[in-house]
Antibody, heavy 120, light 103 residues
């Protein structure tokens, strides 16, 4: 059974940092593009970043470029999102998601999400 | 950048109704469109990919159609479990969502 389990969310002050993790199981992690998608309270879905199977390509939404870094460890079946210089507008539930086939075609498995709250 | 719009934003319907949600792209996206269902407090669930392919395990009352710039998600007979918010998605852009609630 495919499982994605996020961790690392919490309350952080503006300008602070947080590292999210996503533990994958039940599939060959190293064979898939992986993404982070977020959802601000009461709002819609926003794609944040994705990473190629071997980590050689990474893409970001403009609003997080230079502040967030996506990475993966295929030996540990884990996906990460390092978030620096956090802003109030980064407050959201962050989901990791598996790209079904290729980059951005569709996200067929999602984690349960981890809440990041940026507030003083 | 390609923009995605959905209509309506809210839809009130009854169990057994046929429901159609429309998603429009600001330029042609061929058939690279997916549909998701999301319930409060839960992660989105993939329903349809490549505009019309039903994801494994999804009930056959869900169907997708369209290509180019206009796409539709149809629920042939609305069930109690289908009251939720539905999103379309093309690559890195999601539509704003359509909430289906009880009439």
């Amino acid at each position: 059974e495919v499982q994605l389990v996020e961790s690392g969310g919490g309350l952080v002050q503006p300008g602070g940092s947080l590292r999210l993790s996503c533990a994958a199981s039940g599939f060959t992690f190293s064979s898939y593009w992986m993404s982070w998608v977020r959802q601000a309270p009461g709002k819609g879905l926003e794609w944040v970043a994705n990473i190629k199977q071997d980590g050689s390509e990474k893409y970001y939404v403009d609003s997080v470029k230079g502040r967030f870094t996506i990475s993966r460890d295929n030996a540990k079946n884990s996906l990460y999102l390092q978030m620096n210089s956090l802003r109030a507008e980064d407050t959201a539930v962050y989901y990791c998601a598996r790209d079904k086939s290729g980059t951005g075609t569709a996200y067929d498995y999602w984690g349960q999400g981890t809440l990041v709250t940026v507030s003083s | 950048d390609i923009q995605m719009t959905q209509s309506p934003s809210t839809l009130s319907a009854s169990v057994g109704d046929r429901v159609t949600i429309t998603c429009r792209a600001s330029q042609s996206i061929s058939s690279w469109l997916a549909w998701y269902q999301q319930k409060p407090g839960k992660a989105p669930k993939l329903l349809i990919y490549k505009a019309s392919s039903l994801e494994s395990g999804v009930p056959s009352r869900f169907s997708g159609s369209g290509s180019g710039t206009e796409f539709t998600l149809t629920i042939s007979s609305l069930q109690p479990d289908d009251f939720a918010t539905y999103y379309c998605q093309r690559q890195f852009t999601f539509g704003p969502g359509t909430k289906v609630d009880i009439k």
